[in-house]
C-alpha cells in the first residue's frame, strides 16, 4: 500500500459487506463435490453499479446476462454467483439458465430480475446443474457480519487455495466512506478481463457512469496488469456496486475528494490483483515487475506484463535462477519503444544490466533472494517518463500438474 | 508432406550437404562440457544468400554481424556457428567476438569476411569463450559427405533431445535441384524469428532478392508458425544459400518452375519447423492446429498460433484431457475475426464443438487419441476461405525442470 491520501485506512477484519448497507452469504448446493459453490451479496437499497468484462469474443452465458442488465437499469442490488461449473459455451441452454439464476435470486429478494448480476466461474462447455442451484438459492441467508462474506469470498473459488478479501476507509466530504473487494482467480488468468472475477462493494454516493470511468481508469493498473498463464477467459469480471448510504455529496469529477475516492479503489483492486498473481496456479512466488522510463505509461505496463508473462522469466524464478538475459529478452520482444543499449535491469535491489550491458553481481546473494516468497524486478528504459507496475507468479510442476487433470 | 508437384521428391539420406557443392563440419571446442559445440557450413562458390531474422528489439552480436555482411554482398559463402552460448547481450566485446569468429572462419577458408555468416545459440548474456573457438575453427574440415552433415546438425543444439534435418529434389529445366535444411530449437521458442536457426542450402540458381522473397512467404507459413512457449528469442535467424551448381536458368518469379520450387522450400522448412515443435523443451506431443473458414489466410494461422501456443491447451494434451473449452477460450481470445456461435471444433476426427455448442463424443475414445505422439486439432469458422497451420508441444513437468536449473 503506496498512496499520498493519509485518511486511507486499511480495514483489518476486511469484508465485502463492510459498507454500510451490505451483506453476503455462501453455501454448497452441490456443483461441486464438497466445497461451498453458490454465494450471494447484495445491498440493502439499489445501488449505482459498473462492470468490467474479459476481451474474449467468446463469452460466457452469465456474463451476457449482466451486461445486459447493467446496461438497462445502471443499477445493481444483488448478485448471484455459482463457483465449479463456468456456463460458458453451452449455448442456448446456458442463457436460459443465467436467467434462471438471476430470477430466483431476485424473485427471493422481492426485487426486479435486471437488478442482479449473475457470475459463474469453472469448467467451461459443461451445462449448468440449474436444479442444484435453484434448490440453493432458496437456503441462501445474506448476513452483514464477517461469517456471510467469508462464506462468499470462499463460495466462489475455484482452484484459489486461499481466499482474497481486501477493504479500505476514507473520508469524503467528513463522511467514513468504505470500499471492499473480493475476487477468485488462480488459472487462466491474463486479464483484459480475464480468468478471474472480481466485486468491490462501496457505500459511497457516485453515478454510474462516473463509477464505470473510475473503475476503468484502475482496472487497467490493477486487474489487468497481472497474468498468470497469458489465457484470457470466458467468463471475467469485475463488478462494483455503491449504495450510497455513507452520506457524502455524490462523487464526480471535480469533487475536491474524487482522487482520493479512486486512488482508494485503486489500492482495493490492486490488493485484489496482487493476491490473485500470488495465488496463481501452482505458484510459490509472486513477481512484481517495476518499469520505468518508458515513453509512456502505457509501454511501461505492457513491458512490466510482458517480463511477468515470460515462460521462461517465470520458470527462472521458480528454480532460483537469476537469469537476467530472459528479462531482457522479454522486454525486447514485448513491442515497446526501446534502445536495448540502454537498459538498467535490477533483481531486488541488485544491478545486474546497466546500459544494456551485464554487470558483476553475487550469484550467491542472488540466489538467497529468489528465495523469498515475493520477487522484484526493475526495468529502466531511459527513454521517457512513462512508469507501470505488473504483477504474475513463477510457473511450477504444479501449474503442469493441475492443468493436466483439471476435468478428470 | 502434402504437395501437388509430382518431381518433388524427399530425399532418404537427407543432410545439409546434399545439395551440389556443399560441405560441413563439425567438433566440440570446449564451450559445452563434453557435446559438440562448433560446426561451419561451406559452399564451393559464393553463394546467392537471404536471411530473416527475430524480431526482438534486443539481437544479439553474430547476428548483427550476418546481417551486416550479407547486406553488403548479398552472397555468402560459408556460415560459422557456435552452441552453448548465445553471445547475446554481451555489449561491445560481444560484436568484437562475433567479428572475430566471422574472420577466423574466412581466413581459414581464405575468402573475405563478409561471405561469413555468423550465428550462436546458448546461455544469454555470458562471454564467449572466443579463444576456444579460433582455436577449434582451426581444426574445422568440412567434407560433403554424410558424416561433416550429421557433425554440423549436432553441433548446432542446445537443449534439443535430436537432430532436425530434411532435404527435397525437384526438377527445374530438366535439371534436378536440391534443397536441403537444418535447424536447432527447443526452448525460447516463438518465433518471428525466434530461438531457433534454420539454415537451408541449395544448388538451384536463384538471386539474393528473389530467394529472399521466397524465403520470406515460406517463413510466414513455417518457422513463424510454430510455438514452443511463446518467448521470442534474441538470436534466431534462418539462413538460405543458393550456389547455382545445379545448371538450371536463374529462377525468377515469372519462371514456370518457381512456384515449384516455392513449394518445396516449403516443405524443407515445414519439415524443420515441426521438427522443431515436437522437441519442444520437455515436449512428449507434437500439436498441429489447422484452421479454415477464417477470413483470411494470416488470421487463420494467428489463431491457430494462439490455440498450440495456450498453456491450458498445451497441459491438457499433456494430460490427454479433451478439454475442447480451453480451445475453443483460446480462439475468443486470439483477436481474430469471428462468431462464437459459427464455430466448428474437431480433435482429430472427433467434432467436439458444432456452431458453437459443446456435442457429445466418448470420452473414452478422445482420451486413446491423445495418448498418440500426434495431435491433430482442427477449427473452422465458418466465416470466409482463409486457412492456415501451426504447430506446438505439450507443457509439461520436464519443461519446467528444464528451464528452472538452465544455467545451474
Not at 484502475?218 to 462494483?240: A, H, P, Q
Amino acid at each position: 500500500m503506496t498512496t499520498l491520501y493519509p485518511s486511507i485506512k486499511r480495514i483489518s477484519g476486511n469484508n465485502i459487506a463492510s459498507p454500510i448497507g451490505f451483506s453476503a452469504a455462501g453455501i454448497h448446493c452441490g456443483i461441486k463435490h464438497k466445497k461451498s459453490d453458490l454465494a450471494i451479496l447484495v445491498s440493502d437499497v439499489p445501488a449505482n453499479a459498473a462492470g468490467v468484462y474479459t476481451t474474449n469474443v467468446v463469452q460466457a452465458a452469465p456474463l451476457l446476462v449482466t451486461k445486459q442488465s447493467l446496461a438497462e437499469t445502471g443499477k445493481m442490488q444483488a448478485i448471484i454467483v455459482n463457483s465449479g461449473n463456468a456456463n460458458a459455451c453451452t449455448g442456448k441452454k446456458g442463457l436460459e439458465d443465467a436467467k434462471t439464476m438471476q430470477a430466483n435470486a431476485a424473485d427471493k429478494l422481492g426485487i426486479a430480475h435486471n437488478l442482479v448480476g449473475v457470475a459463474s466461474t469453472g469448467v467451461i462447455g459443461e451445462k449448468l446443474p440449474i436444479d442444484k442451484i435453484v434448490n440453493g438459492i432458496s437456503k441462501l441467508e445474506p448476513t452483514s457480519g464477517l461469517k456471510g462474506s467469508i462464506d462468499f469470498s470462499q463460495s466462489i473459488l475455484t482452484t484459489d487455495t486461499v481466499s482474497k478479501n481486501t477493504a479500505y476507509s476514507v473520508t469524503i466530504d467528513g463522511q467514513t466512506v468504505t470500499i471492499a473487494g473480493t475476487a477468485k482467480g488462480s488459472g487462466m488468468i491474463h486479464p483484459n478481463m480475464a480468468t478471474m472475477l472480481g466485486f468491490v462493494t462501496t457505500d459511497a454516493a457516485i453515478g454510474s457512469d462516473d463509477l464505470h470511468s473510475a473503475l476503468s481508469s484502475v482496472v487497467d493498473r490493477t486487474f489487468n496488469s497481472i497474468t498468470v498463464d497469458g489465457d484470457t477467459s470466458t467468463n471475467d469480471m469485475v463488478l462494483v456496486m455503491a449504495n450510497g448510504l455513507a452520506g457524502n455529496n455524490t462523487l464526480v469529477p471535480n469533487h475536491p475528494d474524487w482522487d482520493v475516492f479512486v486512488q482508494t479503489l485503486l489500492l482495493v483492486c490492486e490488493d485484489l490483483g496482487k493476491m490473485i498473481a500470488k495465488d496463481g496456479e501452482g505458484a510459490t512466488k509472486l513477481i512484481e515487475t517495476e518499469v520505468t522510463g518508458a515513453i509512456s505509461d502505457s509501454e511501461a505496463r505492457m513491458i512490466a506484463k510482458t517480463v511477468v508473462g515470460s515462460p521462461l522469466v517465470k520458470t527462472a524464478v521458480f528454480g532460483c535462477d537469476a537469469n537476467w538475459g530472459r528479462i531482457l529478452a522479454a522486454v525486447g520482444y514485448s513491442g515497446a519503444t526501446l534502445d536495448p543499449d540502454k537498459i538498467k535491469i535490477q533483481i531486488g535491489t541488485t544491478t545486474v544490466v546497466s546500459d544494456g550491458e551485464p554487470v558483476d553481481f553475487s550469484e550467491d546473494e542472488l540466489i538467497e533472494y529468489l528465495k523469498q516468497p515475493e520477487i522484484k524486478i526493475k526495468v529502466n528504459l531511459q527513454e521517457g517518463a512513462g512508469k507501470g507496475l505488473a504483477w504474475g507468479c513463477d510457473l511450477t510442476y504444479d501449474y503442469v500438474q493441475i492443468n493436466a487433470s483439471y476435468r478428470t
